[in-house]
């Protein structure tokens, strides 16, 4: 990450061996998180949050396999709500991705005027490095490496790890990669098995390049190529991203599970970047390429722009590294730098998303093509959370006569989890002159005048989302909180009657709502923010039309931590 | 044009030369224009609106050399508030680009099941195609090529004109050309000087293609090659267009205008590409491309996505042929296909854009890189304006104490034209945690609690606007009537005192709100909407922080036509 704008009064930075002395106190928020602290009752369930402070991006996401834990490092700054320097990488741990444990402050910077800024961590089995002897497993051989931004330039810096994650050694040698840029970093490092090296992504950040560099030691890295001018520009490039994701030939919604079965399974590699400022709809937005690598060169297969996420709060998404099986799981900042340290929360600031696992699949955006997309869907384990009350309704027709509600207050805490399927007969339209809309309001309990609108019209085609019916000052005049979103939707199936169905799969948490449609072909994350305690519990169907909307299949569930 | 989802009860398309036998009364719309029709009041005083019935897509625009008349086609259809088939080309004529007269339908489907889609006109000066003899002037031999849709196919037709562009002759071999596509549209021609022919870009609508084909004659056409998958895909790609725009080298408004004189002037090929719905803000949206084009195929130069227009209306743009100087004019259309047909205005739906001049010049989208961008200015020729009203102000330090409010109501038209130029110094910003903004109201003259807001937010470097302050329900309640839109804004440029300047030119006409940010690197097209007369007359500037924003120049005024 790179906070826009911001200037430095010059300082040398120290590099080599860390001798952090700074004036903030690093043990604050892990005092404040054994302390109850502030409006708890708003903070998200199964989403990590830090106890306290200001985090962003994630960074060195990676998965133990000696303790089967699922690591979470990112952009933290403890003594503050607002990003700045000094910033640090904080730690946390999931054994389940949906329940997490806080460990503070893992990695810091050279000085108070320098950041650890976003990088990634990977396993060195095989001791590459040099860094570990016997006495450290295999699988638990951490190696970080980062940007350590200092007021003269942004360069490449190692640490690693010899408690399975918790505390850093921080390489002498540093930086291990510095081209004397002030716009150089985020590096993702991966290890392809092909050539037996390790590749590095990071950018080239104002030079809108992705470059790639190769090692053998994760200490001496090699240029290899610039992946350059692909996707939206906007400001600047960050957080680039490799991966090699699973290639499902054949997930027909119409076909049967024994058909399925016989998918064949391939991989592409896929490569991620986010962009800040400078998203069409405003500040962060993260974007994928779908291409080959040969270990030095990505080549895109095409050089169309496609969004991870199409909400305004999915930003610098990583990828997991040494998963169980290889599969690819990723997680975002679930926020947006234009609004990001303004939300009305306290004592954090901002949350990740949900961890998603990854696939490429074949999808129609339109009836005459057919192309490879990235599915996601979230990563829920419902072992660890209680359904408290549950509503699941099958063929409701909608008419403007009334609309339908259902009521889900009993123990509210604010996480939901619906499925809403619907089938579209376009042909009872009987006026193009207003909107044929279905809306799917989820209101507050306390309150049902604010709500979060959800819906789908026809004659654009468009899942609708509107966030701003609220009586918080922020959400009201805050002019960068754009209320309204639009997101075109393709149909998940043909019915058998001919007619399209769509499909929607969401969870609320507290304030964010995370949807999946379609089994995951695309997906909205959105932040929202209603008066305290006022959390989404009435569920309002309605329709402006009679007869076009039939409800397939309505499931919601709300949920709450055991 | 493309009307999404449209079924048809299948009826054969009799091709060959049109019998037009409606039921559809094409005198109807000249009828209306002679009388005083419903909400004239509201109607824009300088953009383009058909007097009564349903408009989008700009088609055949040309220059008429002998007449000097701009003469602007457009889908169009009279009878209906919104689109549907049959569809026609309805067709007007300017002097100067800022005063229009309408003439009603030119072009006509085969029959009214089918339409006459978008297309473009050429000045076949040397009767190539053998439409003309001695008693048409070489300046006035138009032919028009257009997508004749019928229920079967899209296909593409010739026409031609003997009367400079009023009534229309449709060629006896249509189609010209027909691949048997349901998809396959909007053909725009240039004459391509180097090879001596006739170039032709059209859409493949939904395989994400724009086919390039070449004729000596307008009449025979050869595929060259394809232009696919770039930019954002959307649902399908509609109205591409291929242009040669002059390169301004040198534009640094930190020089003098006699350094700018000894500028070169060169030239780099531009495709220009709608796509809807499925734009990143929703709906409609028009993208474009630099890079060289041999006569056969455009080669990109990156593969960098950009979009012609940052706002939400702004589609389908076409740029005129045969102009005077070889200058790149467009015009485009000013909705989105998303809410166009419930905009609350009759008896007319929708408007057209400002023509623009469109250049391409270096611009630093960040301190280190430098890029070719499309730079658009409009054109108004204000020798047919009155400025009855204008405010002049300099050196304007804003301060969270008061709001400078300039009340310009005195014969209020809905007409303003504006320039604001502001630096601003962030030093100044004592804390991040909240948004640092200079907004600037545009209130309405009758009810100033209905206003546009406009404004610059310092740390996330954006312009926003929203225009959702309003109390129509199409504004309060529609969902795909986004409100709030956010555009990131680089530095003007960097004044003596090492502060960035920012600048902003506007044209407010009843509902449609032009921005063009810094010379035209960037521009955001919206309409809106308010009570009826309550047309925008009084300037509101604020800022939330003290000392950070010093208006260096602004100046408004209100316009009227003579």
């Known amino acids: 990450m790179k906070i826009l704008g911001f200037t430095l009064t010059a300082l040398c930075a120290a590099l080599g061996v860390h001798a952090y002395n700074s004036a903030y106190d690093l043990t604050l928020n892990r005092t404040a998180m054994n302390s109850s602290v502030g409006h708890e009752t708003n903070r998200p369930l199964i989403h990590y949050t830090p106890r306290v402070g200001w985090m962003n991006d ?19 700054k403890p003594d503050a709500l607002v990003a700045g320097l000094p910033i640090f990488w904080g730690h946390a741990t999931s054994k389940d991705l949906t329940s997490w444990v806080d460990h503070g402050v893992a990695i810091e910077p050279a000085d108070d005027v320098s950041g650890a800024f976003s990088g990634s961590i990977v396993i060195d089995r095989n001791n590459t490095s040099g860094f570990f002897d016997n006495s450290t497993l295999p699988g638990q ?6 940007t350590e931004d200092s007021s003269s330039k942004q360069s490449q810096f190692a640490a690693y790890s010899l408690d399975g994650g918790y505390t850093f050694n921080y390489y002498a040698q540093n930086p291990v990669l510095d081209i004397n840029s002030t716009q150089f970093r985020d590096p993702k490092v991966i290890w392809h098995d092909e050539t037996q090296r390790w590749v590095m992504t990071l950018a080239l950040s104002q030079e809108y390049k992705i470059q790639i560099y190769t090692s053998k030691n994760l200490k001496t890295w090699n240029f290899q190529s610039n992946f350059s001018h692909y996707g939206f520009l906007g400001y600047q490039y960050e957080c680039p991203g490799l991966s090699k994701v699973p290639v499902l030939q054949s997930v027909d919604p119409n076909t049967t599970l024994a058909s399925n079965n016989s998918s064949s399974v391939d991989f592409k590699w896929v490569m991620f970047l986010s962009i800040n400022p400078g998203a069409p709809t405003g500040g962060s937005v993260n974007q994928y390429f779908i ?17 991870v996420d199409n909400g305004k709060d999915f930003y610098a998404m990583q990828t997991f590294s040494d998963t169980p099986t290889n599969e690819v799981v990723g997680l975002a900042w679930a926020s947006n730098w234009d609004y990001g340290a303004y939300v009305p929360i306290t004592p954090w600031k901002t949350s990740m998303t949900l961890a998603r696992n990854l696939t490429l699949r074949p999808y129609k955006p339109n009836p005459e093509s057919s192309q490879l997309t990235l599915y996601s869907e979230p990563i829920i384990d419902h072992s660890i959370l209680n359904t408290t009350q549950s509503i699941k309704k099958a063929s409701l027709n909608l008419t403007t006569e009334e609309s339908v509600f259902y009521h889900l207050t009993k123990t509210a805490k604010g996480l939901l989890e619906f499925t809403l399927e619907w089938k579209v007969n376009a042909t009872a339209i009987t006026s193009k002159k207003s909107p ?7 209101r507050g309990i306390e309150d049902e005048e604010e709500f979060l609108k959800l819906g789908y019209e026809v004659n654009s085609g468009a899942f609708f989302l509107d966030r701003g019916i609220s009586d918080l000052d922020f959400v009201r005049f805050n002019p960068l909180f754009t209320t309204r979103l639009v997101h075109f939707l393709e149909p998940y199936r043909i019915d058998q009657d001919g007619l399209p169905v769509y499909k929607v799969h969401g969870i609320v948490d507290k304030d964010i709502v995370e949807l999946f449609f379609n089994d995951g072909s695309s997906t909205s994350t959105n932040t929202f923010y209603m008066s305290e305690e006022n959390f ?8 402006s039309v009679d007869d076009v909307f039939n409800v397939l299949n309505l499931e919601i569930k709300q949920l709450n931590t055991m």
Chains 1, 2 share one sequence.
């Open 436 to 442: 044929a809309a279905m809306t799917f309001n989820l």
């Open 536 to 543: 989404l519990g009435t569920v309002e169907l309605s329709s």
């Open 141 to 146: 051989r951490i190696v970080a490496l980062y």
């Open 291 to 307: 291409g080959d690598f040969d270990g030095k060169t990505f080549t895109a297969d095409d050089s169309a722009s496609r969004f």
């Open 58 to 76: 994630p960074n060195g996401l990676f998965f133990d396999e000696e303790t089967s834990l699922w690591h979470v490092y990112y952009q933290y």
